[in-house]
């Protein structure tokens, strides 16, 4: 016989009522300019570490309201994270930055993108360079075990405007050693090099300036960058990216795409 009794309250609440939607999990706020969010993983969804989706809500007008996220957690993790920049006047952002466990989003299952391991020709290190929420295509590849394979040393270089904003980047690379998963992987191969341009710190200075004199090669301990050995992958505003750019072609280094493997590859932080 037909079961005719009303559907529970509860199990109603948890249909998707969104077209791609996914429920919120967990959401935690960094500063007032940051914040990061985990969503359910749709079953099909397959992406490469370093890769974006499109995600967002649903608008006034009724149509999504959609922008460009890296995807900051790993492929191998059953849920998705995502690091954000709040602009107050942001069309999404604005809303995005109230989400709550339990709420809805969109999210178009359709990864792609250039920050990619196999974007590049092999190496013996991997130099990730971010400014800011750039750093989010480096939370998946810096928790990738393949990252470790591929590559003798790993180094993540995060420039801020101040301590806290380098929280969501610290907090994951000081906890990777102990992770039940890829703790034993990660353990000698990832150096972690943060610096801040307006607070006081043991490290100062833009990514940049510290690339041009040589004191990053000087403070690692490390050679000049060479298109023998060392690759690139940058994550920022235009201007960084532009600026970083520049500089590794000066070491040799050339831009390479999904198409054509080279030294580095460049992706744009999307939001903000
Ligand atoms: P600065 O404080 O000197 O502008 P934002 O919060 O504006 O996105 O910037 C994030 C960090 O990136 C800041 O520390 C900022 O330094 C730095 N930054 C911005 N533009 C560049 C650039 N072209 N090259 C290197 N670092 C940059």
Same mark, same amino acid.
């Given at each position: 016989?037909?079961?005719?009794?009303?559907?529970?309250?509860?199990?109603?609440?948890?249909?998707?009522?969104?077209?791609?939607?996914?429920?919120?999990?967990?959401?935690?706020?960094?500063?007032?300019?940051?914040?990061?969010?985990?969503?359910?993983?749709?079953?099909?969804?397959?992406?490469?570490?370093?890769?974006?989706?499109?995600?967002?809500?649903?608008?006034?007008?009724?149509?999504?309201?959609?922008?460009?996220?890296?995807?900051?957690? !790993?492929?191998?993790?059953?849920?998705? $994270?995502?690091?954000?920049? &709040?602009?107050?006047?942001? #069309?999404? +952002?604005? *809303?995005? =930055?109230?989400?709550?466990?339990?709420?809805?989003?969109?999210?178009?299952?359709?990864?792609?993108?250039?920050?990619?391991?196999?974007?590049?020709?092999?190496?013996?290190?991997?130099?990730?360079?971010?400014?800011?929420?750039?750093?989010?295509?480096?939370?998946?590849?810096?928790?990738?075990?393949?990252?470790?394979?591929?590559?003798?040393?790993?180094?993540?270089?995060?420039?801020?405007?101040?301590?806290?904003?380098?929280?969501?980047?610290?907090?994951?690379?000081?906890?990777? !050693?102990?992770?039940?998963?890829?703790? $034993?992987?990660?353990?000698? &191969?990832?150096?972690?090099? #943060?610096? +801040?341009? *307006?607070? =006081?710190?043991?490290?100062?200075?833009?990514?940049?300036?510290?690339?041009?004199?040589?004191?990053?090669?000087?403070?690692?301990?490390?050679?000049?960058?060479?298109?023998?050995?060392?690759?690139?992958?940058?994550?920022?505003?235009?201007?960084?990216?532009?600026?970083?750019?520049?500089?590794?072609?000066?070491?040799?280094?050339?831009?390479?795409?999904?198409?054509?493997?080279?030294?580095?590859?460049?992706?744009?932080?999307?939001?903000?």
């Amino acid at each position: 016989m037909n079961d005719t009794r009303p559907v529970k309250s509860d199990s109603a609440k948890a249909v998707p009522t969104l077209p791609d939607a996914q429920t919120v999990t967990s959401v935690r706020h960094w500063t007032d300019r940051l914040f990061s969010f985990r969503v359910t993983r749709p079953r099909s969804l397959r992406f490469r570490s370093g890769e974006f989706v499109m995600i967002g809500l649903m608008g006034d007008t009724g149509k999504p309201l959609l922008r460009a996220y890296s995807i900051a957690s !790993p492929a191998w993790d059953e849920e998705l $994270e995502f690091y954000s920049i &709040k602009v107050p006047d942001g #069309p999404l +952002t604005s *809303r995005l =930055q109230h989400i709550r466990p339990g709420d809805q989003i969109i999210l178009r299952p359709k990864p792609v993108g250039t920050l990619v391991l196999d974007a590049l020709l092999p190496g013996k290190r991997l130099w990730l360079f971010a400014t800011g929420t750039g750093i989010a295509p480096f939370a998946s590849l810096m928790r990738d075990p393949d990252t470790y394979e591929r590559y003798d040393e790993v180094i993540m270089m995060h420039t801020c405007r101040d301590l806290a904003e380098l929280d969501y980047g610290r907090e994951l690379v000081e906890g990777l !050693p102990d992770d039940p998963l890829i703790g $034993e992987i990660v353990a000698g &191969k990832l150096r972690y090099y #943060p610096t +801040t341009t *307006r607070e =006081q710190s043991p490290f100062m200075g833009r990514i940049t300036d510290n690339l041009r004199t040589g004191k990053v090669f000087a403070d690692l301990g490390l050679p000049p960058m060479s298109p023998e050995t060392d690759r690139g992958m940058v994550c920022g505003s235009l201007q960084f990216n532009k600026d970083i750019m520049a500089i590794l072609e000066t070491f040799g280094l050339r831009e390479g795409a999904n198409s054509e493997p080279r030294e580095y590859v460049v992706e744009k932080a999307f939001v903000g």
